[in-house]
């Protein structure tokens, strides 16, 4: 049920974000799956910063802000361009590495996903903001006594009151490093190709960033 209620919110954004990206006029699969990973991002960071500016943060008005950008993007992209993209994955190697790098994140993602919420940064700002300005519906900064966390940049904690504002949980939230780490593969992926580096070898550097531990322990 909780995946089905958050798919209701992210849905349209993802759709967003997928008819947006032909704009960048991606040449193969993993470019375009960046793009898209990438304005998903922004358009977190954007909604619920602008629904909190204007004081109106709250689970209604998330749900109106997303389907309304999903609609406007149908509008804008019905006759976007085509997408043309190259096949990239084209041998058993290759394959196995793109599997296992993604298998070991939905992996992960399923074990942390019941684990409780750790972490002194992410009790004192990266999901205590974000839940009080579902409380308050509104984004400001929170001044805590011997703290310098008001003063840091928001735009992380926006992201992860995108994601708590469905279900005011934290428990899509908590673990949303994997969903950066999904497009960071692709991004990655991307990159290497795009600088001259073999398919194997731009896949086998995606990989290494999805191994690296210190993303999501």
């Not at 992210?10 to 990973?37: Q, S, T």
């Not at 999904?182 to 990655?188: I, L, N, R």
């Not at 070898?201 to 999805?210: D, P, Q, S, T």
Request: proline share 5%.
């Amino acid at each position: 049920v909780l995946p089905l209620i958050q798919l209701l919110y992210m849905g349209p954004v993802w759709a967003a974000a997928a008819l947006w990206a032909r704009r960048f006029d991606p040449c193969n699969l993993f470019e375009y799956l960046a793009a898209a990973g990438f304005l998903s991002i922004l358009l977190m960071i954007a909604l619920p910063g602008a629904l909190g500016l204007a004081g109106i943060l709250s689970v209604e008005n998330a749900l109106i802000a997303s389907w309304s950008v999903g609609a406007v993007a149908l509008i804008l992209e019905r006759k976007g361009p085509r997408l043309r993209l190259r096949k990239l994955i084209r041998s058993v190697p290759e394959l196995v590495i793109a599997a296992a790098a993604l298998g070991f994140l939905c992996f992960l993602w399923r074990n942390f996903g019941y684990l409780p919420c750790s972490g002194t940064d992410a009790h004192l700002y990266h999901l205590y903001y974000p839940a009080v300005w579902l409380l308050t519906g509104t984004v400001e900064r929170i001044s805590q006594p011997g703290l310098l966390t008001a003063s840091y940049p928001c735009y992380g904690e926006l992201v992860y009151a995108w994601q708590m504002a469905p279900l005011f949980s934290d428990f899509f939230a908590k673990n949303f490093q994997f969903y950066f780490l999904f497009f960071a593969f692709f991004g990655t992926a991307a990159a290497g190709i795009a600088a001259g580096y073999r398919r194997i070898e731009a896949l086998a550097a995606a990989a290494l960033v999805v191994f690296c531990d210190v993303i999501y322990r």
